[in-house]
């Protein structure tokens, strides 16, 4: 039944939105724009890879950090979470540090017509005494609030208004726009209303064990009948 919806809807695959917070690498914030390269340039070679379901969703670049939001399917999104976890271990790429807020699977539809890249030179100076006075779940909730009323307010503009609307996020709709504090002080704390890509990871490359209740049972049973 799953299938055959989404042969309906001329989808491919299942389709999943993931949204993330990182750091930058110090060699990539002399020149954030070089961060929306780096994404287009492996996106474009994950197609070529695994065909599929296409990227979509916006990547919002600050001077030291981005929020980044995508819909794909499970294995496009594991590929790049395997290449942010090889950054962070590596330095080979732009991030540094990073948090997944959330991974909502089997959307009914994409928010982000295409995917897209804005840099946003606003500039937080006290970033580092940002004092959080809500639950660290709210303020996910709250980050992830901001990314779907950005998404539904750019599907809103007329595709020849679309540009301009993107040049002039931080003028229009500021209130949409995830706090550089907030993201700062998210990447600085363990907490189980996020997780990391390695946590993400190990869900699927680990494998998954199993144990029977007779091998929790000592003295082991012996069986009084041969196996046949």
């Known amino acids: 039944?799953?299938?055959?919806?989404?042969?309906?809807?001329?989808?491919?695959?299942?389709?999943?939105?993931?949204?993330?917070v990182a750091e930058i690498q110090e060699e990539y914030q002399g020149n954030v724009g070089d961060v929306g390269d780096y994404y287009e340039k492996l996106f474009k070679n994950l197609s070529n890879l695994y065909g599929g379901e296409g990227i979509t969703g916006l990547l919002l670049v600050y001077p030291k950090h981005y929020a980044h939001i995508l819909e794909s399917s499970t294995e496009m999104i594991t590929e790049i979470t395997r290449d942010i976890q090889r950054n962070a271990e590596h330095g080979n790429g732009p991030v540094k540090n990073a948090k997944i807020l959330v991974i909502s699977h089997d959307i009914p539809q994409r928010l982000?017509?295409?995917?897209?890249?804005?840099?946003?030179?606003i500039r937080a100076p006290k970033m580092d005494q940002y004092e959080a006075t809500d639950d660290t779940d709210k303020l996910v909730i709250d980050m992830l609030?901001?990314?779907?009323?950005l998404g539904s307010y750019l599907a809103k503009q007329p595709k020849l208004n679309l540009k301009n609307a993107m040049d002039s996020l931080h003028e229009k709709v500021?209130?949409?726009?995830?706090?550089?504090?907030?993201?700062?002080?998210?990447?600085?704390?363990?907490?189980?209303?996020?997780?990391?890509?390695?946590?993400?990871?190990d869900k699927y490359e680990k494998p998954f064990e199993v144990v029977l209740d007779g091998e929790l049972t000592w003295p082991i049973p012996v069986r009084l009948f041969p196996y046949h």
């Open 174 to 201: 500021p209130q949409f726009l995830p706090q550089q504090e907030v993201i700062n002080f998210l990447l600085g704390i363990d907490d189980n209303s996020m997780s990391t890509p390695r946590q993400y990871l």
């Open 145 to 149: 609030r901001q990314t779907l009323q």
């Open 1 to 20: 039944m799953v299938e055959e919806k989404y042969r309906q809807q001329n989808k491919k695959n299942l389709l999943h939105r993931y949204v993330y």
């Open 112 to 121: 982000y017509g295409q995917w897209s890249c804005r840099v946003l030179d």
